[in-house]
């Protein structure tokens, strides 16, 4: 049997870019082809902004399940089609400068490198070919008819199920989690931070970086130059 491998597990908003999934939904509104209806999307959701923020403080899950609701009834092809447009317009300026050298040390390292994501899968493509990623965990629609429904396939990827998500992937791929790597800024990631060898907390919030502090995980910021800093 070959030697296992070690991966180094990325979430991706916050951690790597300041985009998220709401301003990456916001893209899909505004363009829609049909000008009524992105005037009624985006407004729709620019109205909702401070509801969102609370459910997302509340439940990172019940966020994802009912925020991705908003998808129903926009076509698959298109958004498949726009990712590309979606990378230049909400993606590619919003990459902490850090990010590039913090991936480029795990690859030379020998990680795998893997983007594991509760944002949606038709937007990460571009992502991952810039990054270059070796695999990618992110959540899918459903759709019925060439039109999403509004429905994820399940299990829905965030908290918990991040982490039986990656549970898998070393399943299938051979890796050892105990010499593997973990990378977030939320505190609602601490069950995948958990699940490997070497957690680190990056541009982290209040709750995750005291935890980091009271565990001795290593806390790092991305956003203030082209190398990851590490704070004392």
Not at 28 to 44: I, L
Not at 45 to 65: H, Q, T
Request: with cysteine; hydrophobic share 40%.
């Amino acid at each position: 049997m070959p030697s296992p491998l070690h991966a180094a597990f990325y979430d991706f908003d916050g951690t790597l870019v300041s985009s998220n999934v709401v301003t990456r939904y916001a893209y899909f509104a505004k363009h829609h082809p049909a000008k009524s209806e992105a005037f009624w999307r985006y407004g729709k959701l620019l109205a909702l902004v401070p509801y969102w923020i609370g459910l997302d403080m509340y439940s990172r899950r019940l966020f994802n399940e009912i925020f991705f609701r908003e998808y129903r009834g926009l076509p698959k092809d298109w958004l498949f089609g726009e990712a590309e447009r979606l990378f230049e317009y909400d993606i590619r300026s919003k990459i902490f400068p850090g990010a590039a050298a913090l991936l480029a040390a795990d690859r030379a390292a020998g990680f795998r490198l893997v983007l594991v994501s509760g944002g949606m899968d038709f937007d990460l493509g571009p992502v991952a070919r810039h990054f270059g990623f070796d695999g990618v965990i992110a959540n899918q629609l459903v759709f019925e008819k060439g039109a999403a429904t509004g429905e994820v396939v399940p299990p829905l990827l965030a908290e918990r199920e991040k982490v039986l998500a990656i549970e898998k992937y070393c399943r299938e791929y051979n890796v050892n989690t105990a010499q593997s790597k973990a990378y977030s800024d939320s505190f609602s990631d601490v069950p995948m931070l958990e699940v490997v060898g070497s957690p680190s907390a990056v541009n982290p919030d209040r709750r995750l970086r005291q935890l980091a502090r009271d565990r001795g995980w290593p806390i790092l910021d991305l956003r203030t130059g082209p190398e990851p800093r590490r704070e004392a």
